[in-house]
């Protein structure tokens, strides 16, 4: 049976809920989706703490900084850092409206897996686009698809060239739902059947 993964996402339909910022450190300074989206470890030198911009019920799993960085609770971070503890980095972090213990999660492991000829659409940046830094790697993914041959034993990734998307594997979505934990949305991103 081949291995199935998904699009691990922020719920955002869930009525009263929180929406949370930018992390910034004790002196203010910006520690968002630049230094956690690059699949790469981070270093953290100062406290983290997450602003409320929308007060509500707290989630266990949240995509801080307009989607880009996720934010859990202790019992998440628990059972990432029991299943895929390579494959992501804990960072503590105040989370304003609650005193309870959160994480920040770093995303360390980049997997070179979308299946260009089974997701929807992809695009990939040209030299014509003017962007340099970006050519060779994704501009747009649709109805993305992974190929679970080429995953090896990642449990929690971001493929390669489209890193705003967070894959988990079938045992870390399981569990997750095994906690009843809050906040999170699954989408299939398995071969089609």
Avoid at 78 to 106: C, I, K, M, Q, W
Avoid at 121 to 137: A, I, L, M, Q
Wanted: charged share 25%; hydrophobic share 40%.
């Amino acid at each position: 049976m081949t291995a199935r993964y998904f699009k691990l996402t922020d719920d955002v339909t869930l009525p009263g809920r929180w929406e949370l910022g930018a992390p910034v450190d004790d002196q203010g300074q910006d520690h968002g989706s630049w230094l956690f989206m690059q699949g790469t470890p981070a270093r953290v030198e100062r406290s983290l703490r997450v602003p409320s911009y929308v007060r509500g019920s707290a989630l266990d799993f949240s995509l801080a900084d307009a989607g880009a960085v996720p934010v859990v609770s202790q019992r998440v971070a628990e059972v990432l850092s029991r299943l895929a503890p390579g494959d992501v980095e804990l960072f503590p972090v105040a989370v304003e409206d609650t005193s309870n213990a959160y994480f920040l999660v770093n995303v360390v492991r980049v997997v070179k897996c979308i299946d260009d000829a089974s997701s929807g659409e992809v695009r990939y940046w040209t030299p014509e686009d003017g962007r340099p830094e970006r050519v060779g790697t994704y501009q747009a993914v649709h109805r993305l698809r992974i190929d679970p041959t080429r995953t090896g034993d990642a449990k929690v990734f971001r493929p390669w060239g489209w890193l705003i998307a967070l894959i988990v594997s079938e045992d870390i979505k399981l569990a997750l739902e095994s906690l009843g934990a809050t906040g999170v949305q699954f989408k299939d991103v398995s071969p089609l059947r």
